[in-house]
């Protein structure tokens, strides 16, 4: 059983100091079994593709972590060009592509690539009636992607992103670093000011509780952006040209009781742990809250991973940020948003969810009874979000039957 009781794997419940091996992201050659896929044989997919009939490229590594673990996740309304950027590092790894806009444009993924790849009339194939939940015009419909993936870890990047490098110039594995991110222990309850003490180079400091050395199983890996920030309208507007040049190596543990604004251009986390919370709402363009799809989902997964216990960690990996929306456009879509955030916010610091509430599942079940009888006095839109929270986790036991 999944969402908070079952026993955590050991690896995540120990003070654990992982060591990468060194053919970890090397560029040996692939071996015929390398890019099987490892998902549900019958899959019930939109359109799947193993590329062993499209030919693989020689300059990917031959065993990279996780890769039977973890799906990459991409909405996209664009194309996939990207892609080649990232073949070196995402090549190995299985990705679901969720498709928005018109389902009669052909997306092309670039050869080599394992993928499968959904649209609007897939989703409203597998979901029916339910379909409705999953918001379009929006990054949002990524989560359609964490419904259908059977994988332990998910991560999920935008179609405008690109490799990052480091201060030294060498390009930025923001896979690698998100892994070891969820692979190492969080520290929720008591900030270490070395920053997080599972990295090589560092430890607790001198006056951290050893009781609490032991860390708590992290959730989520928030990565940050180079080039463009992830700015609201109005931050965008007064200052249309800023750019993010500063490289701070450090990765945090966003402590217990503090909200912070997670962006999904750049985000990983522990599906198995945390998924039945990432649910990204509903801000499509019909919708009044639109463009606060991935906030939406940090506040629900936050109290969530506070009640169970579980950490959040922010910082590295950079990736690129290509592309800056146009602002207008943006403040057209977010004014509702801006203005309801500090009423949301307020009511998630002041969310408390009961001991009887012990899975995820429990947890998200309640917060969206509270959702609905709190912010539902703000504005009809959160019943109707509330309804969608419920919808959601309907269509999760549906679609892992196994993981309830
Ligand atoms: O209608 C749409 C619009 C976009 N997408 C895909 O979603 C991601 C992000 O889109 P975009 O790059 O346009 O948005 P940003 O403002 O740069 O990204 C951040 O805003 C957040 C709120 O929506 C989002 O979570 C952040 O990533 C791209 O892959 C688009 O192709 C879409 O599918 N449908
Ligand atoms: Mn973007």
């Not at 949002?140 to 999920?156: D, E, H, M, P």
């Not at 930025?172 to 969080?186: D, K, V, Y």
């Not at 290509?322 to 943006?330: D, F, G, I, M, Q």
């Amino acid at each position: 059983m999944h969402g908070g009781t079952t026993p955590l794997p050991t690896s995540t419940c120990q003070y654990v100091r992982l060591t990468f091996p060194p053919s970890f992201f090397s560029s040996s050659p692939l071996g015929s079994r390398a890019l099987h896929s490892v998902c549900d044989p019958t899959p019930i997919s939109g359109f799947r593709h193993s590329p062993m009939a499209a030919g693989s490229s020689s300059s990917v590594p031959s065993d990279p972590l996780l890769r039977d673990e973890l799906d990459i996740v991409i909405p996209t309304a664009r194309n996939l060009d990207f892609l080649e950027a990232w073949r070196p590092f995402f090549q190995p790894y299985h990705l679901i592509i969720v498709q928005d806009g018109n389902s009669k444009n052909t997306i092309s993924v670039p050869g080599g690539f394992d993928y499968e790849l959904y649209d609007r009339n897939d989703i409203d194939r597998i979901l029916g009636p339910r379909a409705a939940r999953i918001s379009f015009k929006d990054s949002a419909c990524r989560c359609f992607g964490y419904l259908v993936s059977k994988k332990k870890y998910i991560f999920t990047v935008d179609d405008d992103c690109f490799v990052a490098k480091d201060p030294s110039g060498k390009q930025i594995n923001a896979l690698e670093q998100h892994i070891r991110n969820l692979l190492t222990p969080s520290t929720p309850f008591f900030f270490n000011t070395l920053y997080d003490p599972y990295r090589l180079g560092a430890d607790f400091v001198r006056g951290y509780p050893f009781s609490l050395r032991e860390g708590s199983p992290t959730a989520v890996s928030h990565g940050l952006w180079l080039n463009v920030p992830d700015y609201d309208a109005p931050t965008q507007l007064v200052k249309p040209n800023e750019r993010n040049t500063r490289y701070v190596d450090a990765v945090l543990t966003v402590p217990k009781g503090a909200f912070f604004p997670m962006s999904g251009m750049n985000l990983a986390f522990n599906r198995e742990l945390i998924g039945q919370a990432m649910y990204f709402g509903l801000t499509d363009d019909s919708q009044p809250n639109v463009r606060y799809d991935d906030m939406w989902a940090a506040w629900c997964v936050k109290v969530i991973c506070d009640h169970m216990g579980f950490g959040v960690k922010t910082g590295l990996p950079y990736i690129w940020n290509s592309k800056a929306r146009t602002p207008l456009v943006n403040l057209r879509k977010e004014h509702e948003g801006i203005y309801w955030q500090e009423d949301i916010v307020h009511f998630f610091q002041s969310v408390t969810l009961s001991k009887t509430s012990v899975t995820v599942q429990e947890c998200y079940i309640e917060l969206s009874q509270q959702v609905r009888e709190k912010l539902g006095k703000v504005d009809a839109y959160f019943i109707k979000l509330a309804d969608a929270m419920m919808t959601w986790i309907e269509a999760w036991n549906e679609l892992n039957p196994s993981e309830n």
